[in-house]
């Protein structure tokens, strides 16, 4: 089990309200929570839909949430309610960070926008995560991490020639709208914190994020009049690099596409004249000849098990990695040694292993200091009472449904 205890992070003495839902929003808090902040999780009563996404059910509840809620405290209150919704803003207005991600215009609706949470609390860093950005023409379509995955391009250029395009079997999108608001939170933090800048907003969008991973995907158009289209698991002309099959049926990542790796890599197929063969000499006649080249490493490769290609090819330096599933990556020692998969004791599910805390830092690392709350609202009477809320206010809040306030909910003390 792990729990760290003591450990400052980067962002100790932050607080951070976090009013997120399914993915992006929460994975925001996530990270930030991850590296020191105290995240409190504002969600509806019914609690937050996160609770019950995930593919895989073990008893009864689903896997996902313990990785998303990681590091944060459960507030549940009615945002639809004014007095509920008055409380709520009484949390940003104490806030480091408030992380937002529904539809454009509905934190308004609660009272709960930018411009009066600033006016009350001008050092506030507010973190909008949308689908399309909160100044657009498309503002106001419902945004999920399909839907910017396509528009940004980023799905055109995914998968073969001539086939649908696909999706990868994550939410792509959505993490990385988290991320880019995760670094935007960090650089306005530095900002208001060094160069007395105040808050502001931090504009997210799945789209944005998702355009920003196309490289040079349009100047390769609006100049060069070429539509990038999808290339399977190559790049055209950068050769060799490819996925081949291995004699045990896995699949693996061989890439030798600059002059020295060439070399190493013809060696060690028992084939050093091809270094110096013109077809395959420089890259240019590499992606050239990357069909014959590919051909002569699968046919290689198909005559070794996926650990005699790992073992040669990383005596020689050649790139070499085998496509891990789940099994493969909890079988591989590398992961835990590196702290990419920790251990924990986990409310509902007990001892599990979830990914890590990254990037790692030498000084000041991020941890994980508490489980994700189970219990919807669990930590309700104690964060409104840190607000200065008495027991009379709150059971007469909880009789009416406008919070849910569990009879013992857990303080930071005892949760840390």
């Known amino acids: 089990m792990l729990w760290s205890r003591g450990v400052r992070g980067p962002l100790t003495n932050v607080r951070v309200v976090e009013f997120g839902q399914l993915i992006a929003g929460p994975l925001v808090g996530t990270l930030l929570g991850d590296f020191g902040a105290e995240v409190i999780k504002v969600e509806p009563p019914n609690g937050d ?3 019950d996404w995930g593919q895989v059910r073990h008893e009864g509840r689903t896997l996902w949430w313990s990785v998303l809620a990681r590091n944060k405290r459960s507030v549940a209150l009615d945002l639809k309610d004014a007095e509920t919704a008055g409380i709520a803003f009484d949390l940003a207005a104490r806030a480091d960070v408030v992380v937002e991600n529904f539809r454009p215009g509905a934190m308004e609706r609660w009272g709960l926008g930018p411009e009066r949470v600033l006016e009350a609390n001008p050092g506030c860093v507010y973190a909008r995560v949308s689908g399309y950005g909160q100044r657009s023409r498309y503002r106001d379509r419902p945004g999920f991490a399909s839907g910017g995955e396509a528009i ?4 055109y250029i995914n998968g073969y020639p001539g086939e649908a395009p696909p999706r990868g079997g994550i939410s792509l999108g959505d993490s990385l709208a988290a991320w880019s608001a995760f670094q935007g939170v960090l650089l306005a933090l530095y900002a208001r914190d060094t160069q007395d800048a105040g808050g502001q907003v931090v504009d997210a969008a799945i789209l944005d994020a998702c355009f920003a991973m196309t ?6 158009y609006a100049l060069g009049g070429a539509i990038r289209e999808p290339t ?8 060799p690099s490819n996925v081949y099959r291995s004699s045990d049926d896995r699949w693996v990542v061989i890439a030798a596409n600059h002059d020295s790796l060439w070399r190493r890599l013809a060696a060690a197929m028992g084939r050093p004249e091809l270094a110096d063969d013109p077809r395959y000499a420089n890259h240019v006649a590499r992606g050239e000849h990357e069909d014959e080249l590919d051909e002569l490493i699968g046919a290689w490769a198909a005559q070794h098990t996926s650990a005699e290609l790992d073992e040669l090819l990383g005596r020689e330096g050649v790139v070499c990695a085998p496509v891990n599933n789940a099994a493969d990556i909890l079988a591989d020692p590398h992961f835990r040694e590196r702290g990419l998969i920790v251990d924990i004791q986990d409310e509902h599910h007990g001892p599990m292993p979830i990914p890590g805390v990254v990037p790692q830092l030498s000084g000041t690392p991020g941890s994980i200091r ?3 709350p189970w219990e919807v609202g669990a930590d309700t009477a104690a964060v409104l009472g840190e607000l200065g809320l008495d027991e009379e206010r709150i059971a007469g809040l909880r009789e009416r449904g406008a919070i849910v306030a569990p009879s013992r909910p857990l303080s930071p003390r005892e949760a840390e």
Do not use: C, F, H, T
Not at 232 to 239: D, E, T, V, W, Y
């Open 370 to 372: 508490r489980p994700a």
């Open 152 to 155: 940004s391009g980023l799905r």
């Open 232 to 239: 399977g698991s190559r790049l055209p002309r950068i050769a």
């Open 215 to 220: 490289e040079s995907l349009v100047p390769d």
């Open 49 to 51: 839909q996160m609770r």
